[in-house]
Nanobody, 131 residues
Framework: QVQLVESGGGLVQTGASLRLSCAASGGTFGMYAMGWFRQGSGKEREFVASISWWSGGSTWYADSVKDRFTISRDNDKRTVYLQMNSLKPEDTAIYYC???????????????????????WGQGTQVTVSS
C-alpha cells in the first residue's frame, strides 16, 4: 500500500506563489509515475501535472498551468513537489497528489492526464487564491 500526504496549501493573493509537497510512504516510490490533480468547487477533478519516475524524466502539464507550475520530485525524500507561480483565482481548488504504481513514465499526454491511470491518491490540500 502507498500512502500519500499533501501539504503546503493555503490562502494567497493573485500573483503569489506556493509550493505543494506530497510525501509518500509504503511501496516503491522511486519507480512510480506521479501526478497532481485539482478539483474546484462544483467541478470535475482535473489533471494538473505529471512526472516520470526519475527526477529528470518527462513531465506533462495542463495548458492552464503550463509556464506557471513546475512539478519535480526527490526520490531520496520520497516526495513530489508542485511549484505554483503567478497564481490566479481560477487556480483555487483542492489539490491532490496521485501515484501510478503500474507505470514509471508516460509516453503521451493522454495517458499522463487520465485520472483512472493513477491508483493511489492523497487526501488533498486546499489552495485558495483571492483576487
Amino acid at each position: 500500500q502507498v500512502q500519500l500526504v499533501e501539504s503546503g496549501g493555503g490562502l494567497v493573493q493573485t500573483g503569489a506563489s506556493l509550493r505543494l509537497s506530497c510525501a509518500a510512504s509504503g511501496g516503491t516510490f522511486g519507480m512510480y509515475a506521479m501526478g497532481w490533480f485539482r478539483q474546484g468547487s462544483g467541478k470535475e477533478r482535473e489533471f494538473v501535472a505529471s512526472i516520470s519516475w526519475w527526477s529528470g524524466g518527462s513531465t506533462w502539464y495542463a495548458d492552464s498551468v503550463k509556464d506557471r507550475f513546475t512539478i519535480s520530485r526527490d526520490n531520496d525524500k520520497r516526495t513530489v513537489y508542485l511549484q505554483m507561480n503567478s497564481l490566479k483565482p481560477e487556480d483555487t481548488a483542492i489539490y491532490y497528489c496521485a501515484a501510478d504504481s503500474t507505470k514509471g513514465f508516460y509516453s503521451d499526454y493522454a495517458d499522463a492526464s487520465r485520472r483512472g491511470q493513477y491508483n493511489y491518491w492523497g487526501q488533498g490540500t486546499q489552495v485558495t487564491v483571492s483576487s
